[in-house]
Structure formats: structure tokens, C-alpha cells
């Protein structure tokens, strides 16, 4: 069942290319698409398994992609090492938080995530000397592979294919590992999962650490990609559009998180003729999903298409 | 230097205060309905944007700041009625979702009503600063903090004094046994609303002839107002005062002693701090999980 649905899903991205050649919304926004779904799916373990809140993912986002930036440019490191560079000190940071901060709950832990999101950022427009302030950093060489260089789209579009199919690849064998279950049961009840035996601190901590790092990769891709990277990226803006992506595709859900990067994507692609009605969409979205499909669009619509499906066949035997 | 200090302490007092106003907001309909309504930053420049609109339309300036507060309250029962009432019992990370929702829509709006720009509401009274022991002071600061302690005093003599305030109070103590009692907890989580919505305008308005308003101008301050109520330990009115007045003066302090582009780092910094070691807030109660 696993492997069908990512071989499904691995055909659909490699489809995509093949039938629709130097297509804009294949290669540019497929890229991007790519790219939110390793965030979202990363995000989705944390929000969606573990029923832990984080409105500042944006801020380990942006670490792999200063990372990335300034080891490159400034310091003319291999990329791959800057990469792996950055997926450290993200996940270091990212382990020395997560003790403190996830001992918080609900409320507590929104307004924790936040503010790091929000001193991450601060420290992105203001330590100039490193990061170039708010104007950014151009000039970041493209990706190289041991000597296979990624410049142009329908290269990028292959290596993030296959960067996001291995990060659903990975959460669902995260999901279903021991860790997973255990995750699960935090979120079901933290206190009932002590009580059962599980280190839950160690569980959370070492969801905090992953979706981290699933984050500073995409970080360091996008920075590449981009061949820039300015503080506006990675806002507590963008923290809250991945929380939208993971609710609108359903929380606890691998292929609906992917599911929601891609519709969002698509969608802000297609708002981009209407800019100014961008914000009223996306909140009321927000709000409609949470209100009447709490397990989101596409949990929720395939529920519901299940139902109807049994419904159908129940009625069609006499 | 003392001059110095002295001219940080009442930058900050002043900013404080409205973080005091929005805190307070929050830990009104904490108190009521257990959710932290992301939107609370909204309010406060809908209140400032419309008296812009209506000051623009003619209205004299009192007279807009009234009718501004009054929609802005109407907007937070409707978003009571629309939005948090159809979702009753979700979990806290789904009204956490509803109510950021709300927000982005709320500037989405405003957004198309009246653009991106930036606008500044005229001072109430003048713009002639106030010289004390070497400090510079305007007088709408004066203002500011003049209007904050009357609408704490308010608000807590609400609380205290009125049928209404205990009524809401019990809602928050319990809401099964004051829907028992015969308090209609429905009403009460939309007066809740309402009055909150009304003190972010108000905050808006009171903050809008110092700093500019925007479409955006709320996500910052709802944040403060938000770290306001989470230092003061969320769901107690005065220590959300007292945590925007701590943050307002730490800030300033900070803007002024050590970097100005840093002083939300540090504010937060602060907040965050406060969290890992005292995780129910400065002045929370001390609650021990119910499993």
C-alpha cells in the first residue's frame, strides 16, 4: 500500500516533464511545488503525528539556505559540504531547542516557535556583514553533484523530484517505525505514552530535529536554485503559509501533506493576476478547512468519497 | 545619561501601554473561551484604519474613533458567530489555525478596501513635546497613557463589580457549571469578543498619530500584545498589563542601550526566556495537568 502510493505519486512527477516539455508550470513552479513538499512533509511530522505546534518553521528554512549562501559564496565551499554544513547547524540548533521548547504546550509552544521564527528572521535583516541585510545575497553557484552540475530547469526538476519523493519516502518509514508509533501516541495523550513506557521527551525532540532538518535541505536546494536568498523568504509569513499547506492537505497524513504543498502552490501561482485578493483567499481557505474539514481537503474529500463508494456498492447488492 | 534613561523609560511606558491594551484583549477571551484569537493584532488596526476612513469622510476625529471602536466590536462578534462558534470543541492547534485564518482575511480586507499604503491619524491634542528633567515626551503619550489606565480600572472594576464581569468570569472557571447556574455562556463568549475587538481599537486609535497604521500594522502589535498576555501568564487581565508594560520598557531600553534594529529580537528573546523557566508566565497560576 506504501509502496503504491509513492510509485503512483513517482510516476505522476515523472509523467510530468515527458508531457509537458519546457512547460512553465512544470519546471518553475514544479520546482517550488517540490520544494514546499519536503518542507510540508517535514512540518506534517511534527504538527500531524506528534500534535505539536510550530509557527516559526520558516526560521530552519532559511537557515539551510543562508547556510548554503554564504559558505558558497563567501567562503567558496563545495556546495554538498555547505549543504551538509547547513543540515548541521540547523539540526543542532534545532536539538538544543527542542528540550526547552517542547516541554510547552498548545498555546505556550505557538507563542515559543514564534518568537524564535521572529528572532531568526531579525537576526537575517540585521547582521549585514554576513547575510547582506535585507537586500540578500545574490550569485550563490548552482548545485554540483560531484561534477554533475544542476543549471538549468529541467535539471533542477529532476534532483527536487527526487529530493521530495525521498522525503515522503522517509516519513512514511518514519511514520511507521517504532518512533512513529510512538509519536502517535503522544499525541493521542502525552501522559498516557509515559505511562506506557515512552520517553516522550526523546520522541518529540527527535521529530523536532528531523522535520529541522527535512527543512534545512529544502533551504539549501531553494538556495541554490534561487541563486539568491533575501530575509523575506523565510517571514513568519512563510512559517504560517507551511502550517496552511499542512492543514489544508490534512494533518497525519504523508501524501496529503504533499498533496496541500502542491494545491497551495498551484493556487498562489494561479493568484498571482489577482495579488490583491491573495490574503482574503488564503485566510478564508484557512478558516473554511479548519471549520468544516478539521482533518483537511484532501483526508477529508477522500473520506467522504469512500464513504459514498461504499454507499454506492452497498446499494448496488440487491 | 540619566536624562537618557529617564527618556527610554517613558518611550517605553508608553509603547508598554499598548501592549497592555492588546494584552488585555487576549486574556479576555482567554478567560471566556480558552482560545488565544490570533486576530487580536487585527482589531487594533481596524480600529485605527477605519478612523483614518471615516476621519477622511468627514467625520470629526472623536466621533470617528467612536464609531470605529463600535465596528471593530461588531467585526469580533461576528467573528465570534461565523468562525469560533461553529468550531466548538476543535483542539487548541485548530483555533489556533481558525484564528490566524481570521487575521490574514481581516488584512486581506482592509487590504482591498484601502491599499497598501501607510497612514497617520492627526494627535489629539497638538504636537508641542513636553520637556521634563531633560526627557521629551508628546502629548498624545500622554494620551495613551492616560486612556490605558482608565480602561484597565475599566475592565477591572467590570470584573469586579458588575453582574455582567462575574458572569463572564464563571464562564471561565467553568463553563458547564455557570451554564447551570443560569448564565448564557453563548452570549457571554460574544460580549467577550466584542469588548475585546472594542479595546484593540481603541489601542489602535490611541497608538495610530505615533506610529504609522497600515493594512500590516497589526502583526507586530498583536504578536506584543500576544507576548504581553503569555508573560503575564495567559488568562490573567492585570498580569498581562503588567507583562506589556515590562516588554514595552525592555524594548525600549534595549532600542535605546544596545541596537534598535535588534529591539523585537530582544523582546522576544525575553519572552522566550520567560517560557523555558517559567512556563505558565511571570504571574500565571500554577496548574497541574488534568489527564
Not at chain 2, 190 to 212: E, H, N, Q
Not at chain 2, 252 to 260: D, E, M, N, V, Y
Request: hydrophobic share 60%.
Amino acid at each position: 500500500m506504501r509502496l503504491a502510493g509513492l510509485s503512483t505519486f513517482a510516476t505522476g512527477i515523472a509523467l510530468l516533464p515527458v508531457l509537458f516539455p519546457d512547460n512553465y508550470f512544470v519546471t518553475v513552479v514544479g520546482v517550488s511545488a517540490g520544494l514546499h513538499i519536503i518542507l510540508v512533509v517535514g512540518l506534517n511530522l511534527l504538527m500531524g503525528y506528534a500534535g505539536q505546534i510550530s509557527l516559526g518553521h520558516a526560521a530552519f528554512f532559511g537557515m539551510g539556505a543562508y547556510a548554503s549562501a554564504i559558505l558558497t559564496t563567501r567562503y567558496a565551499w563545495p556546495s554538498l559540504l555547505a549543504m551538509a554544513a547547513g543540515l548541521l547547524v540547523a539540526g543542532l540548533i534545532a536539538w538544543l531547542l527542542a528540550r526547552p521548547i517542547l516541554r510547552l504546550r498548545g498555546h505556550y509552544l505557538a507563542m515559543a516557535t514564534l518568537g524564535f521564527g521572529i528572532i531568526v528572521h531579525v537576526v537575517m535583516v540585521q547582521a549585514t556583514d554576513w547575510t547582506g541585510g535585507p537586500d540578500g545575497m545574490a550569485g550563490i553557484p548552482s548545485l554540483n553533484l560531484l561534477g554533475w552540475e544542476v543549471d538549468s530547469d529541467q535539471r533542477w526538476y529532476g534532483v527536487v523530484a527526487v529530493a521530495a519523493l525521498l522525503a515522503i519516502w522517509l516519513s512514511l518509514n518514519i511514520v511507521d517505525s517504532r518512533i512513529g508509533r510512538a509519536l502517535r501516541a503522544v499525541r493521542g495523550s502525552e501522559f498516557a505514552a509515559r505511562m506506557m513506557g515512552i520517553d516522550t521527551t526523546r520522541a518529540k525532540t527527535q521529530v523536532f530535529v528531523v522535520s529541522a532538518l527535512f527543512a534545512a535541505f529544502a533551504g539549501s536546494l531553494f538556495a541554490h536554485q534561487q541563486a539568491f536568498v533575501s530575509p523575506d523568504s523565510f517571514s513568519l509569513l512563510v512559517s504560517v503559509e507551511l502550517v496552511i499547506m499542512v492543514v489544508l492537505g490534512g494533518m497525519a497524513s504523508t501524501f496529503g501533506a504533499a498533496c496541500g504543498a502542491i494545491a497551495l502552490t498551484l493556487l498562489n501561482e494561479g493568484l498571482v493576476v489577482f495579488e490583491d485578493y491573495e490574503m482574503l483567499i488564503h485566510g478564508a481557505l484557512l478558516m473554511v478547512v479548519m471549520i468544516f474539514l478539521p482533518q483537511g481537503l484532501f483526508v477529508g474529500l477522500s473520506q467522504g468519497g469512500r464513504r459514498l463508494w461504499t454507499l454506492l456498492a452497498s446499494t448496488a447488492k440487491p | 545619561m540619566p536624562e537618557q534613561l529617564l527618556q527610554f523609560l517613558a518611550t517605553g511606558v508608553t509603547v508598554g501601554s499598548i501592549y497592555a491594551l492588546v494584552g488585555l484583549g487576549f486574556a479576555l477571551i482567554y478567560n471566556a473561551s480558552d482560545v488565544v484569537n490570533f486576530a487580536q493584532g487585527e482589531f487594533v488596526m481596524l480600529g485605527a484604519m477605519t478612523t483614518v476612513a471615516l476621519l477622511n469622510a468627514g467625520l470629526p476625529l472623536a466621533l470617528a474613533g467612536v464609531v470605529a471602536t463600535l465596528l471593530t466590536a461588531l467585526v469580533g462578534l461576528l467573528l465570534e458567530r461565523l468562525a469560533i462558534e461553529p468550531a466548538a470543541g476543535a483542539s487548541v492547534v485548530s483555533t489556533i489555525i481558525i484564528t490566524i485564518g481570521a487575521a490574514i482575511f481581516l488584512r486581506g480586507v482592509v487590504l482591498l478596501l484601502w491599499g497598501k499604503g501607510f497612514h497617520v491619524l492627526p494627535p489629539f491634542t497638538g504636537d508641542t513635546p513636553i520637556q521634563f528633567w531633560g526627557a521629551t515626551l508628546l502629548p498624545q503619550s500622554l494620551w495613551v497613557l492616560g486612556i490605558t489606565a482608565l480602561l484597565v480600572a475599566l475592565v477591572r472594576a467590570f470584573f469586579n463589580r458588575t453582574l455582567l464581569g462575574k458572569a463572564l468570569l464563571a464562564c471561565s472557571f467553568n463553563r458547564n457549571a455557570a451554564q447551570l447556574v443560569g448564565i448564557d455562556v453563548r452570549v457571554m463568549l460574544r460580549l467577550a469578543y466584542a469588548l475585546s475587538a472594542a479595546l484593540g481599537a481603541l489601542a489602535g486609535i490611541l497608538v495610530a498619530p505615533i506610529t504609522f497604521t497600515s493594512y500590516e500594522a497589526g502583526v507586530m502589535l498583536g504578536l506584543k500584545g500576544f507576548s504581553a498576555a503569555i508573560v503575564g501568564g495567559i488568562g490573567n487581565p492585570m498580569g498581562a498589563v503588567a507583562g506589556g508594560l515590562l516588554l514595552g520598557v525592555l524594548e525600549s531600553l534595549g532600542a535605546g542601550l544596545i541596537s534598535s534594529g535588534y529591539k523585537d529580537a530582544i523582546a522576544f528573546l525575553f519572552v522566550l526566556m520567560v517560557l523555558f523557566f517559567e512556563p505558565t508566565g511571570l504571574f500565571g497560576h500554577k496548574t497541574a495537568e488534568r489527564v
